[in-house]
């Protein structure tokens, strides 16, 4: 396996244009999360699933975001009608979760968006 | 809610010199974890090293260990002999309960090692 993919690796857009940005976690993983992550600053939670169940959604997503994981496999986030503050690094993490506090993150390299 | 600060925006150390990162943290909680992570210039984030609350002891991963003041809510890393390819940003986390993704992330120290 070779870790957590994510595609594209950039991305550029204009101000309203809809973008779509995919993750494949490692095969095994139940858990998957997504991050936005500006310049200069910590990764921020947006969503996360377990297996194909979205269980929680950050503040952060608003309308204009919606994320899938539709077999609990790869997962899709979606942006429409995007706006410059939209623009960031997108970062997708899975994980083996129990909810037994012993859970390790494995990161992807992310998508940075670029919003014009 | 947690906050997780990191005080130094930016740090360098020379080769095989040993550096301390800081990283203080506000939580009325008593069952936490705390991580140190790593991100290089690739951007792929990987773990350094993690510290159950309930836990005295610091943990410590080969050249990295952690000094964690539970009372004084700090957590410092110290990296010692220090690389080159220790060069990255470093991010401190603070994890409530058993969802490692659910963390609160500080703003990171970039560290830059110099030959």
């Known amino acids: 396996d070779t870790g957590v993919s994510q595609n594209p690796r950039h991305k550029i857009t204009k101000r309203g244009q809809n973008v779509t940005f995919r993750c494949d976690p490692i095969?095994?993983?139940?858990?998957l999360y997504w991050y936005r992550q500006t310049l200069g600053q910590g990764p921020e939670f947006l969503t996360y699933?377990?297996?194909?169940?979205?269980?929680?959604k950050s503040r952060l997503l608003s309308d204009r975001f919606s994320a899938e994981r539709p077999k609990g496999s790869f997962s899709t986030l979606e942006i429409q009608r995007t706006e410059q503050g939209d623009s960031a690094m997108y970062l997708c993490?899975?994980?083996f979760g129990r909810g037994q506090g012993n859970e390790k993150l494995f990161f992807g390299s992310g998508t940075q968006l670029s919003v014009l | 809610a947690q906050t997780v600060t990191q005080s130094q925006p930016e740090m360098s150390v020379q080769e095989a010199e040993t550096v301390t990162l800081s990283c203080t943290y506000d939580?009325?909680?008593?069952?936490?974890?705390l991580f140190w992570y790593k991100q290089p210039p690739s951007r792929q984030m990987i773990l350094v090293i993690r510290?159950?609350?309930?836990?005295?002891q610091n943990a410590t991963e080969n050249r990295f260990s952690v000094n964690f003041q539970k009372a004084a809510k700090s957590f410092s890393l110290k990296i010692s002999d220090s690389q080159l390819g220790d060069t990255a940003m470093y991010f401190c986390?603070?994890?409530?309960?058993?969802?490692?993704?659910?963390?609160?992330f500080g703003d990171g120290t970039t560290l830059t090692v110099k030959p």
């Open positions: 993490a899975s994980s």
């Open positions: 095969s095994e993983h139940n858990r």
């Open positions: 699933f377990q297996n194909e169940a979205q269980l929680e």
């Open positions: 939580t009325s909680e008593s069952n936490y974890y």
């Open positions: 510290q159950e609350a309930y836990k005295q």
């Open positions: 986390a603070f994890m409530k309960g058993a969802n490692a993704g659910k963390s609160t």
